[in-house]
T-cell receptor
Framework: TQLLEQSPQFLSIQEGENLTVYCNSS?????LQWYRQEPGEGPVLLVT?????EVKKLKRLTFQFGDARKDSSLHITAAQPGDTGLYLC??????????????FGQGTTLQVKP | NAGVTQTPKFQVLKTGQSMTLQCAQD?????MYWYRQDPGMGLRLIYY???????DKGEVPNGYNVSRLNKREFSLRLESAAPSQTSVYFC????????????FGEGSRLTVL
């Protein structure tokens, strides 16, 4: 069974602070995606990382895929109230056993207070 | 652009009743997924269909059945609903089974009394 452990599960910070969300597993993933979800809506893709050690930046958000492709992190610099939401990581099972299965972590609820 | 459409958006059932959640996508995607979302547990995969004509179990398939009716449609059936199936259900699709963005519907909120 492949599991994605996401931490922390809840984060409440002041505007302007930095934060990091972690996504860890004992399994190797062919790709790792991060999604953001707002109340009453479905998740929306932020980024996909596929290469071990890969780093991608999206404005104030920095995403990293671990060298062994078992973990990932999301770092937000100078958080703003508009960053408030549920952040989810999702891992794809690849290689010869690629079945298209995509599993999610438990999610991190981020609250940024003005 | 409709994307992924789920029906119904809300449903209340009594224990033991059956129902089907419908999902359709108009993006010509090959792969489709059903997830359930519960507080503190993220999204858990119920069933998925990597391509038309195939379906596979996810993490929590017990109590559910699916049908990939054609390339566009993927339905989820609860044969005998239980209170533990109270949840928000999301259908999603993507172009290929191995890569690419998952596009989600708006969700279906199901309450089983």
């Amino acid at each position: 069974t492949q599991l994605l452990e996401q931490s922390p599960q809840f984060l409440s910070i002041q505007e302007g602070e930095n934060l990091t969300v972690y996504c860890n597993s004992s399994s190797v993933f062919s790709s790792l995606q991060w999604y953001r979800q707002e109340p009453g809506e479905g998740p929306v893709l932020l980024v996909t990382v596929v290469t071990g050690g890969e780093v991608k930046k999206l404005k104030r958000l920095t995403f990293q895929f671990g060298d062994a492709r078992k973990d990932s992190s999301l770092h937000i610099t100078a958080a703003q109230p508009g960053d408030t939401g549920l952040y989810l990581c999702a891992g794809g099972i690849g290689g010869s056993s690629n079945t298209g299965k995509l599993i999610f972590g438990q999610g991190t609820t981020l609250q940024v207070k003005p | 652009n409709a994307g992924v459409t789920q029906t119904p958006k809300f449903q209340v059932l009594k224990t033991g009743q059956s129902m089907t959640l419908q999902c359709a996508q108009d993006m010509n995607h090959n792969s489709m997924y059903w997830y359930r979302q519960d507080p503190g547990m993220g999204l858990r995969l119920i069933y998925y269909s990597a391509s038309e004509g195939t379906t596979d179990k996810g993490e929590v398939p017990n109590g559910y059945n699916v049908s990939r009716l054609n390339k566009r449609e993927f339905s989820l059936r609860l044969e005998s609903a239980a209170p533990s199936q109270t949840s928000v259900y999301f259908c999603a699709s993507r172009q290929l089974k191995s890569v690419g963005e998952l596009f989600f519907g708006e969700g279906s909120r199901l309450t089983v009394l």
